[in-house]
């Protein structure tokens, strides 16, 4: 069962243009999402998160937009650069309402190419 | 440089053999995860330590076990390997909290298991 998915495997932009990434979840128990960018053969690195209490956060080029009623999220990214090409998962908790801990489950990521 | 430290990098080993993969969670963190990616699928949890105790499991096998040890650094044991082990192995650490709560979780480099 895909609690988190993210329906694009792969997104094209050119440098300067806005990139939008796009999650959807089913759980309703997700309180906090989180967005994390990842190159082969490293560790996914944090980029930019939201509370459920929230519908939007910024932080410099990257803003996170939630839609609660819809269960949808997405990653804006103005404006692209070349060095953001890399794999970008969507990622969500429950904080352990559920009794799992505070795992994050992972969308199968979108592969994020900024061309010149 | 998330602050999450992971040894060793690499490693190639037999079927039927047994490692352990080594995490220094961030300065501070009381919360480690153990998380696996195969080829075939995304992120998936395994198992999280809070202040040495177990906090929660996900889908980890009855083969592998892990434990945080008093200085908080982590230990996964994978034994009686298979050819299907073959993944990336990342361990990943948080504030943590005794309650329930979400947080930001920071990921090491991760360990390339070769099972051959």
């Known amino acids: 069962d895909q609690q988190v998915k993210q329906n694009s495997p792969s997104l094209s932009v050119q440098e300067g243009r806005i990139s939008i990434l796009n999650c959807d979840y089913t759980?309703?128990?997700?309180?906090?999402f989180l967005w994390y960018k990842k190159y082969p053969a490293e560790g996914p690195t944090f980029l930019i998160s939201?509370?459920?209490?929230?519908d939007k956060n910024e932080d410099g080029r990257f803003t996170v937009f939630l839609n609660k009623s819809a269960k949808h999220l997405s990653l804006h990214i103005v404006p692209s650069q070349p060095g953001d090409s890399a794999v970008y998962f969507c990622?969500?908790?429950?904080?352990?309402?559920?009794?799992?801990?505070?795992?994050?489950?992972f969308g199968t990521g979108t592969q994020l190419k900024v061309e010149l | 440089d998330s602050g999450v430290t992971q040894t060793p990098k690499h490693l190639i080993t037999a079927t039927g053999q047994r490692v352990t993969l080594r995490c220094s969670p961030r300065?501070?963190?009381?919360?480690v995860y153990w998380y696996q990616q195969s080829l075939d699928q995304g992120l998936q949890f395994l198992i999280q330590?809070?202040?040495?105790?177990?906090?929660a499991k996900g889908n980890i096998l009855e083969r592998f076990s892990a434990q945080q040890f008093p200085d908080l650094h982590s230990e996964l044991n994978l034994s009686s390997l298979e050819l299907g082990d073959s993944a990336l192995y990342f361990c990943?650490?948080?504030?943590?909290?005794?309650?329930?709560?979400?947080?930001?979780?920071?990921f090491g480099p991760g360990t390339r298991l070769l099972v051959l």
């Open positions: 990622a969500a908790s429950d904080g352990g309402l559920t009794g799992g801990g505070n795992k994050l489950t």
């Open positions: 990943a650490s948080s504030v943590g909290s005794s309650g329930s709560t979400s947080e930001t979780q920071y």
């Open positions: 330590y809070y202040n040495g105790e177990e906090r």
């Open positions: 939201i509370s459920s209490i929230k």
């Open positions: 300065s501070g963190d009381l919360s």
């Open positions: 759980n309703s128990m997700f309180d906090y």
